[in-house]
């Protein structure tokens, strides 16, 4: 596993190499951040992973780590930032293609809608490439825009799906 350099939310600012995606969701905030503040419970909506381990102590919460797998990409991944009720955001630390990426970071946040009732969720990511990224540049970066928002919007619509 080649290992990635420290990220954290800024890594959003730059809008160019970020992706979002967001869905008003039929159910409270309360409801929502049940399944999304719950790491032992994201297989149950967060359809493109196929697994999310814990890796060690703490297992929930800023600080623990994950292994993570979605199709053939295998991730270490490190929740770096939560806020009960409102986001939780996650740095990847290792990633199983050397050179493709150096930094991805991404966070989930949750709004409520003005009656309370509903909730809009948005999953936002952004990635630096490593040197093999660079260099295949005219193929990775839209690949890399097009696999992130559909996986974001896989996993708002396993959660959607996970609340009905």
Known sequence: MARLKA???SLLDTKWMRVDVDRTIDAPPERVWALVGTESRWLEWYRPVSRFLPIGEPTTGVGARFEEHES?????????????GRHIGLATRSINLRGLLRRYYRRIELEPTDDGRSTRVTIVGAFRFGLLGWLLIPFTYPQMQASLWFEYRSALKGLKAALR
């Not at 053939?72 to 009960?84: A, R």
């Open 7 to 9: 990220s954290d939310a």
């Open 72 to 84: 053939w990409w295998k991730t270490t991944t490190e929740i770096v930032e939560k806020e009960e």
